[in-house]
């Protein structure tokens, strides 16, 4: 995705927010889904209403919002039943759920790699994730070799690092022993 699509669809989610803000929905969450974690879309608007009519009135609000700028929802569920209402803009979707179904289902554990974002973090350009992260530089671990406590002999030594023992070094003077007999 370009950076102009990109901001295009900040706006967008931006305008889905307030339009859940202006029907007073509740605990709002955005998630920023990482494409590398299999995800479908780039965001998740989560919120919640507290009875069947605030979350339709809300459903109904990001759509007259958004209706201007030429985004219709690519698929809409559960608007009939609304315990959950799902409003899909293919870059990003939009879940509204009654307080009871956003506890069972608990998106946000689900997708807990996602990047949790305020509305004001929309407008601030993804700097830290487009420029490259460079890695702290660790000293490297030494590596002795220590006698076993139970016998001197070189064939029982074993390869620490710190304070834990590899298991791949087991495994290798074991391989050692068994050579040796």
């Known amino acids: 995705m370009s950076q102009a699509q990109e901001k295009d669809t900040r706006q967008q ?62 698929s809409k569920e559960g608007y009939n039943q609304a315990e959950w209402v799902l409003l899909d803009y293919v870059d990003f979707v939009v879940h509204i759920f009654s307080e009871r179904a956003r506890k069972f289902y608990d998106l946000e554990r689900l997708w807990k790699s996602a990047h949790r974002l ?9 700097a830290a994730k487009i420029a490259p992260k460079k890695a702290a530089k660790r000293p490297p671990k030494k590596t002795a070799f220590v006698r076993s406590a139970k016998t ?12 834990r023992s590899k298991p791949w070094a087991r495994a290798q003077a074991k391989k050692r022993r068994r050579k040796s007999r």
């Open 13 to 74: 989610v931006a305008r889905a927010i307030k339009a859940v803000e202006n029907k007073k929905g509740e605990d709002v969450v955005i998630l920023e889904l990482d494409q590398a974690s299999g995800a479908f879309t780039d965001y998740f608007i989560v919120c919640s209403g507290t009875n069947p009519r605030q979350i339709q009135a809300i459903a109904d609000e990001v759509e007259k919002e958004l209706a201007p700028a030429g985004l219709r929802p690519n």
């Open 118 to 126: 305020k509305p004001a973090d929309l407008a601030k350009k993804r």
């Open 152 to 163: 001197r002999s070189k064939s029982r030594a074993k390869i620490k690092t710190g304070a």
